[in-house]
């Protein structure tokens, strides 16, 4: 390249200038350009905070430790996991330093970096120090886990505080955690009969096996936290936020099949998003202690455990399945009962878990309230397994009175002459009217066809057949069926079109209506009746 001269650029007076004011601009671009360089150098060299937390994670802190000293550690997670790999790179004096630092941040991590200052003086052998450190951490944070690591061996043979203290911490059971922990077991035995009974004690007995298994899981769950044995167990300690989830929709559609309604696998999947949103929330913090690591923040969890949700989740299923059972058409007076017992087997369960919520926050409250409240909780699920076990019996209308201590119609004022009334004008209205034909004939239709409540109704029926209101409509459509099957002038309809005629509207419904009263399918009580004519 030419010399600078060769272009004459100092030749002009007006560019006396440009040499310098070009040198100029050329140095402050060099001096900008060997900062980026540095500053690039020393970034490299710089770990993150997620390095860190992998490397504490993974426990790989001898991979970072050269990279670790010239790091500049600001934040408190960075301080703490900093410390964490000081400590296990064997630096316990730099560890103890970045601890106490933590500590004095008086955020999140204060406690445990409290128990780590007490670690490291336990490493040094500065006993009393320890001491100091260890009974200044709040109860419910230090636990029997904590101080049965190696570092402690040394105060356990010599040091009478510490033995007492971690005496005072080790996992064991009461009474209340026995009495619950009984419950617990007997939940799940209920749990595994309702999903391997084939249908001898209740229909939807699939769903209702999942409230009784959702809560035999979460009271398990409350019972090693209480006991101290969730230290073994640790990935219980977050499961019970989404089996919460799981207690609404499963008896809402346990419900819908008992009485049933008809439902789609959209009309499920709505209802069980915010349990499966709550897993996937959760996840990461169960996973997390397998020494799974997903890169989330086992904070994560929170947003799928927040108590504001759990109780409005519960409270939206106490109010639908308390709507369900007010609909008078569905049940007779038996029938009722049991549903209300459900539901309100439900409130009693919301009721109790929305009261820890608030006295959780009094002064007076102490663990056996916490017990007590578990226990009602406990109770209630409970009565509705016991509702679910002899809901067949109820259905085939046994009174209710076998399995509760309640009279059924003990407030009604209707006479015995008013009864027969009622029930021989029923009777001619069926036979001469056939009002069963009618496909959506419900009770409060028949009762205004007679002029009286559905409630004397529902007591006449019961009374004087022994069944409730579909079965006995069906009964009666059932023997229309059987009359018009047995006519040959009706040989030309199909079985479904005079099934139809007689007022049934699901063929598999019709079907097993007519095998319960017969003992036969209706295509064989035909051929009978023809073989039988000829």
């Not at 790091?71 to 900093?82: A, I, R, V």
Request: neutral net charge; contains cysteine.
């Amino acid at each position: 390249m030419a010399p600078l001269q060769d272009k004459k650029w100092w030749c002009s007076s007006n560019d006396k200038w440009a040499i310098p004011n070009f040198m100029t601009m050329k140095n402050e671009q060099l001096i900008i350009f060997l900062f980026l360089i540095c500053f690039a150098t020393a970034a490299l060299g710089q770990l993150t905070a997620t390095d860190l937390q992998k490397a504490v994670a993974g426990r790989e802190c001898d991979k970072v430790a050269s990279q670790l000293a010239g790091t500049n550690l600001l934040s408190e997670d960075m301080k703490f996991n900093g410390a964490v790999c000081f400590y296990r790179n064997g630096d316990v004096a730099h560890a103890m330093q970045l601890f106490q630092e933590v500590q004095q941040m008086e955020a999140k991590r204060q406690h445990i970096a409290r128990f780590w200052v007490g670690k490291c003086y336990a490493a040094l052998q500065e006993d009393s120090l320890a001491m100091a450190s260890l009974l200044g951490i709040p109860e419910g944070v230090l636990n029997y886990r904590m101080l049965s690591q190696n570092e402690f061996d040394g105060l356990a043979k010599r040091n009478a505080a510490f033995i007492k203290l971690k005496e005072s911490l080790a996992p064991g059971f009461n009474f209340w955690t026995v009495l619950l922990s009984a419950i617990a077991v007997l939940g799940l035995l209920i749990g595994f009969v309702l999903l391997f009974g084939k249908s001898r004690f209740s229909v939807g007995e699939k769903w209702l096996s999942l409230v009784v298994f959702s809560f035999a899981i979460i009271l398990i769950s409350y019972v090693l936290i209480w006991t101290q044995y969730a230290l073994f167990f640790p990935y219980l300690q977050n499961i019970w936020q989404p089996l919460t989830f799981m207690v609404g929709p499963s008896l809402y559609f346990y419900l819908k099949t008992s009485f049933k309604e008809d439902y789609t696998i959209k009309e499920i999947a709505l209802h069980y998003v915010v349990p499966s949103l709550s897993f996937l929330f959760t996840l990461p913090a169960i996973l997390l202690n397998f020494g799974i690591d997903t890169g989330f923040s086992s904070d994560f969890s929170t947003i799928g455990s927040s108590s504001t949700l759990l109780c409005g989740h519960l409270l939206f299923y106490s109010i639908l399945i308390y709507e369900m059972s007010h609909n008078e058409w569905q049940v007779d007076a038996n029938i009722k009962i049991w549903t209300r017992v459900v539901a309100w087997g439900m409130i009693a369960y919301t009721a109790a878990f929305l009261s820890y919520f608030v006295l959780v926050r009094c002064s007076f409250f102490n663990p056996e309230w916490d017990y007590s409240i578990s226990l009602v909780m406990a109770l209630s699920i409970l009565a509705i397994a016991y509702m679910g076990l002899v809901q067949k019996r109820i259905f085939s209308s046994e009174p209710i009175g076998h399995f509760l201590p309640v009279k059924k119609y003990q407030t009604s004022n209707l006479t015995t002459s008013a009864s027969e009334s009622i029930k021989r004008s029923m009777e001619r209205l069926m036979k001469e009217e056939q009002v069963f034909k009618e496909n959506e004939l419900r009770l409060a239709d028949l009762a205004a066809y007679l002029d009286i409540s559905y409630h004397q109704l529902s007591q006449v029926i019961n009374e004087h057949y022994g069944v409730n209101f579909f079965e006995l409509i069906n009964k009666y459509r059932v023997e229309y069926v059987k009359q018009l099957l047995a006519d040959p002038s009706f040989n030309h309809y199909t079985i479904i079109q005079i099934a139809y005629e007689a007022g049934f509207n699901n063929k598999a419904s019709f079907n097993r209506y007519f095998k319960k009263e017969i003992g036969i399918t209706p295509s064989a009580y035909r051929i009978k009746e023809n073989s039988e004519s000829h």
